[in-house]
């Protein structure tokens, strides 16, 4: 009975880290810790126990039947806690972390000989989609060609080991990657798109800058980032104009990390083979590539083609817990206004004096506009009269900004 004990355990570990886990899965990325704080805590903690278990009794566990897919799958899953806390907070450690974690997954081979079993096989699948998006936003150019290769020979070999299964949306997904791939492809030469100390000022000249400021110095600290493109090069929800806007809104970690070799565990002077079942994750690396001279990122929301009333809700929630002297930035990639072009080219038609007619009211309406913001800081009727076809995004009557949505 004695030996029973180390793999009830274990599966009794699993299943509380996967019931912690399904109360997190589904919450919103945007907005800031608030609740949801105490159970990330939670689930974060289950899985490191589990993980530890797993690596203290390893041999009896594989003695017991334990699949290297299963190490495989709990060290995906931490890798992608790691990655969801990363797009709450935008701090760089957690995708640092997330990063380390896929890259073991990957350097072991712990989801190798998939081919037998369509359940791991999908398992393989989605942990290289995360694997992809963590080197993506990290700027791992050749991580990211060297996983795309193997994700595309990965999908070809499901259709021939799997011929009863469907495996069309991965086909998109490879797609998907492959376009956003070749649409990007930065040259060698061009500067970064974060922050980057060889290009860009130190912040430790911010408070220069702040001397030309008459009153305060506003805070920036979240941002929404969403597109409404057509045919939009992405990958999974991310587009390339919010990838890019995601790049421009990070500090580039100070460490060197793109260059840096991966860390060998030694035991006694030994270099433990990493390649079999050792376990071994180095989970601080992350801490040395952190400089705590920068700022903290921004807080972000990246949303796809969201609806109208997801896209209040998420500005409401930003704006009313945003601290005091705070601002958000607002990223929405559209197309122009096609409503109004259609009405002028519809309207070219008639007669010349109704044209004619149109054309000064519309120069009328255009002066009208240009006059918001003065008329109504100005004024204190009903702002409704001045931006029937605007969205103010502001407070009412604190001279907010107006946005055209006609």
Request: proline content about 5%; aromatic content about 12%.
């Amino acid at each position: 009975m004695a030996d029973d004990v180390v793999p009830k355990t274990f599966r009794a570990l699993v299943e509380s880290a996967e019931k912690k886990y399904a109360r997190v899965r589904d919450l919103p990325a945007y907005g800031r810790w608030g609740t949801s704080n105490h159970y990330f805590h939670k689930v974060f903690k289950a899985y490191m126990r589990l993980w530890k278990y797993q690596q203290e009794n390893r041999v009896r566990l594989l003695e017991c039947g334990l699949q290297r897919w299963e190490i495989g799958e709990i060290a995906s899953r931490i890798g992608q806690l790691y990655f969801s806390q990363y797009m709450r907070t935008s701090e760089a450690r957690f995708l640092l972390e997330s990063c380390i974690f896929y890259e073991a997954i990957l350097n072991r081979k712990y989801f190798e000989g998939s081919g037998k079993d369509r359940m791991v096989r999908f398992k393989e699948l989605r942990f290289y989609a995360r694997f992809l998006m963590v080197s993506l936003i990290l700027n791992r150019t050749e991580m990211v060609n060297l996983l795309v290769e193997q994700f595309k020979a990965i999908v070809d070999d499901s259709k021939a080991a799997f011929p009863g299964t469907n495996f069309k949306e991965w086909r998109l997904v490879v797609q998907e990657i492959v376009r956003f791939a070749r649409v990007h492809s930065p040259s060698p030469d061009a500067r970064p798109l974060r922050y980057c100390a060889l290009f860009d000022s130190h912040p430790s000249s911010r408070p220069y800058v702040a001397r030309f400021h008459a009153k305060k110095v506003l805070k920036f600290r979240d941002a929404l980032l969403t597109s409404y493109h057509k045919n939009e090069a992405k990958f999974a929800e991310l587009t390339l104009d919010t990838y890019r806007m995601l790049q421009c809104l990070e500090w580039e970690p100070s460490g060197s990390f793109y260059q840096r070799s991966p860390v060998e565990p030694r035991v006694n002077g030994a270099v433990i083979d990493q390649s079999i079942t050792s376990g071994l994750i180095d989970i601080n690396l992350a801490a040395e590539m952190m400089d705590p001279a920068l700022p903290p990122n921004p807080k972000k929301a990246v949303l796809y083609r969201p609806n109208v009333p997801l896209l209040i809700s998420v500005v409401a929630t930003m704006c009313e817990e945003l601290p005091p002297e705070s601002v958000v930035l607002i990223y929405i990639s559209a197309s122009g206004n096609t409503i109004q072009n259609t009405t002028l080219h519809t309207e070219s038609s008639s007669s010349s004096r109704k044209s004619s007619k149109n054309s000064v009211l519309s120069r009328t309406s255009y002066e009208q506009k240009s006059a918001l913001h003065e008329n109504y800081t100005n004024t204190n009727g009903d702002m409704g009269q001045y931006f029937e076809n605007c969205l103010c995004l502001g407070p009412n009557r604190s001279g907010g900004i107006p946005a055209e949505v006609d």
